[in-house]
């Protein structure tokens, strides 16, 4: 078989796989324009040399990058550092898990909390009498927080009902809770949460059912948007909402499993309350009492610097680096020289924002 680097062969290799999210992605004629020749990078080479010097890429090696590797959150995922360690897990044991901590994955405590949040939003939108609502509330664990204050705090901040935040919290409940019904985790198969509510295919797209490592379960962002009452809904909030675009982009990505999903529904909330007022949002206010669910960015920052040494330490043949990963075999190194390189090509090119970027806001940095 003829092993050069060479397009033809790269795009047959199960290197060419693994760059979700990295211009390489893009493809070789294309990664160029987006910061990264494919054909001129030394380590993606050295990464297909490696490759075409096994024997053959063992099944449970290909899966890993497949369902592991490829699909690797950029944003940290909310139970950082865990996605990263599980693949130094399945590399360790020669085998992928069913279950892959990736995007769109989120466990039911987190899932119970962003309920409670979504309870408070769909009480104000029904008029609901704030001590109606609140004796509901007081019937329920109340999870470490106060929710008397949390839901006079979401009242206070969106203020007397109009159409236009009318329009935009009845979108915003409607998303999350499509994250609720379509977010999976090891016991929840999308089969555990609002079940008396029809929303769509909750697979995900058809021709992304086996993406973010948990087939048959696919990308279930774009579902919702095609729906027929969600596209009507999103018409009248064009036609009536100034600076609507800008709102329903922000609405459409609150993803659960975001680090920083209930600061990002905090802000939201405080931005919708402010339209037609005179007074402009102060985003720094604290309403939901969320700052548990804060990452740690400064330990987070310092546990990432001492992961990508020990790998580089590993990759030199320092077994003792990580011991996490095993035995240094071929197929090995070249899936942790993989899972390196993509987390290399994450922090140059700032998608990696969770543990790159320099700290910003109440909660540490922009990521969501």
Request: include cysteine; hydrophobic fraction near 35%.
């Amino acid at each position: 078989m003829n092993k050069e680097w060479c397009k033809e062969n790269y795009e047959k290799s199960v290197t060419s796989r693994a760059w979700a999210y990295t211009p390489y992605d893009a493809g070789w004629d294309e990664s160029q324009k987006y910061g990264d020749d494919i054909h001129s990078s030394p380590e993606l080479r050295a990464i297909f040399s490696e490759e075409m010097a096994l024997d053959a890429v063992p099944s449970w090696a290909e899966e890993i990058l497949v369902r592991m590797i490829r699909p690797l959150p950029m944003c940290g995922h909310y139970t950082f550092p865990q996605p990263l360690l599980q693949i130094c897990k399945a590399i360790r044991e020669d085998r992928c898990p069913e279950f892959v901590c990736s995007c769109y994955t989120a466990d039911s405590k987190r899932k119970l909390l962003m309920s409670y949040y979504v309870y408070c939003l769909d009480a104000w939108l029904k008029n609901a009498p704030l001590e109606i609502a609140k004796a509901e509330l007081a019937m329920r664990d109340n999870l470490g927080k106060n929710w008397a204050k949390v839901i006079t705090a979401i009242y206070n901040s969106l203020g007397e009902p109009s159409l236009q935040k009318k329009l935009l919290i009845k979108r915003l409940i409607h998303r999350l809770r499509w994250w609720l019904k379509t977010l999976i985790w090891s016991d929840d198969r999308r089969n555990r949460y609002m079940l008396d509510v029809y929303s769509g295919d909750v697979r995900g797209e058809e021709e992304n059912h086996s993406a973010y490592g948990n087939s048959p379960f696919g990308d279930p962002y774009f579902v919702e948007l095609k729906l027929l009452e969600i596209k009507e809904l999103s018409k009248e909030i064009r036609e009536t909402v100034p600076n609507s675009k800008k709102l329903l982009g922000r609405i459409e990505e609150t993803w659960l499993c975001g680090p920083k999903a209930f600061r990002y529904l905090e802000k939201l909330i405080l931005e919708i309350g402010s339209i037609g007022s005179e007074n402009i949002s102060n985003s720094d206010v604290s309403i939901l009492q969320c700052e548990d669910t804060y990452p740690d960015i400064v330990s987070y920052k310092k546990w990432y610097s001492s992961f990508m040494f020990s790998l580089t330490g590993w990759l030199a043949r320092n077994q003792d680096a990580m011991r996490e990963l095993g035995d240094i075999t071929p197929v090995k190194h070249w899936l942790v020289r993989i899972l390196r390189h993509r987390l290399q090509l994450y922090e140059k090119h700032n998608t990696l924002k969770f543990v790159g970027a320099k700290p910003h806001g109440k909660s540490g940095t922009k990521t969501i």
